[in-house]
């Protein structure tokens, strides 16, 4: 496994664990990755069609909030940069 995808998926439930615990990232933005991913490794039945594993769906969902909440609330991103700083 390539050495970039290996440190991504190291980070990943880091990152995501310390926007959860944020003080703040509203409620509402916490609330917007764990209600969807807890209710697709609660009810995967009922969405029949959709033919992606719950642990794929979960690492898309992370990926995809921890970049936007990182952005939007100018956290500090996996690697220890800010998003909201300037690059010279």
């Known amino acids: 496994m390539p050495k970039s995808i290996r440190r991504l998926w190291s980070r990943l439930p ?10 703040q990232v509203s409620l ?9 991913v807890g209710l697709y490794w609660v009810l995967p039945d009922v969405m029949p ?5 719950d642990a794929a ?5 992370a ?9 939007k609330y ?4 996996g690697s220890g ?3 909201n700083k300037t690059r010279p």
């Open 28 to 36: 509402r933005d916490k609330l917007l990755f764990v209600i969807p």
């Open 81 to 83: 940069n800010h998003y």
């Open 14 to 23: 880091s990152r995501v664990w310390n926007i959860i615990r944020s003080p």
């Open 63 to 71: 990926m995809w909030y921890a970049g936007r909440m990182e952005r």
């Open 57 to 61: 769906v979960t690492v898309l969902a």
């Open 74 to 77: 100018g956290l500090e991103n």
């Open 49 to 53: 069609f959709v033919p992606i594993d």
